[in-house]
């Protein structure tokens, strides 16, 4: 079955530790994207890739690093400079060619800091 | 101004009831629009894409005003499982997908 997934499903972190989120999909999509999600609030891009090798910034990247080696793999670090990490933290896959392409999303991590 | 508000909500309505929800976005430039669904502790995902002549699925109906930088979508005879949160989707030019904040539907027997 073709999807993204997102591991784990829960971390917890104590402060000044750097933890990585993963995500993988075997959608063949070009483009992926990290975005947070607070309590009773909307989602919030971290970054975004939409090829290999290259990404960019997004709303709230600061305290956040990505990497995009393969096609398929689009991991998260939250660094101990991110000030408020606790959140649930969402990727997410899309084509990315022409315009009419939704984006599919991973179940989620929620991170939180002890 | 944000680039993609919703109507703050909560909605809370009986079943059978119709509500419409409604989105304007700020850039003039954007191709693509959506409406996802998320429920309570999940990802979202896709209910709709919204086109410029309009679309309907089902008891879903979306509408696109390109001139307004408006969409809008409306729910026909609620059932208790549409209760969820709908988040309005705008593609930006430079790649990303803007998000609004979303509207929290409560369907009540």
């Known amino acids: 079955d073709g999807g993204i997934t997102q591991s784990p499903k829960y971390l917890f972190r104590k402060e000044g530790q750097n933890v990585t989120l993963s995500c993988e999909q075997n959608l063949n999509h070009d483009a992926m994207y990290w975005y947070r999600q607070d309590p009773g609030q909307g989602l919030r891009l971290i970054y975004y890739s939409q090829i290999v090798n290259d990404f960019q910034k997004g709303d709230i990247a600061e305290g956040y690093s990505v990497s995009r080696e393969k096609k398929e793999s689009f991991p998260l670090t939250v660094t101990s400079a991110q000030k408020n990490p606790t959140a649930f933290y969402l990727c997410a896959s899309r084509i990315d060619r022409g315009y009419d392409n939704e984006q599919f999303f991973g179940p989620g991590t929620r991170l939180t800091v002890l | 101004r944000k680039e993609v508000e919703q109507d703050p909500g909560p909605f809370n309505v009986p079943e059978g009831a119709t509500v419409a929800f409604n989105c304007t976005y700020s850039n003039s430039a954007s191709q693509s629009f959506f409406w996802y669904r998320q429920d309570c502790r999940k990802e979202p995902k896709l209910l709709m894409s919204?086109?410029?002549s309009g679309n309907e699925d089902g008891r879903f109906t979306a509408q696109l005003n390109r001139a307004s930088q408006y969409i809008s979508l409306l729910i026909r005879d609620s059932k208790l499982s549409d209760s969820a949160t709908y988040l309005c989707v705008v593609n930006s030019p430079y790649g990303d997908m803007r998000f609004g904040a979303g509207t929290r539907l409560t369907v009540k027997p």
């Open positions: 919204v086109y410029s």
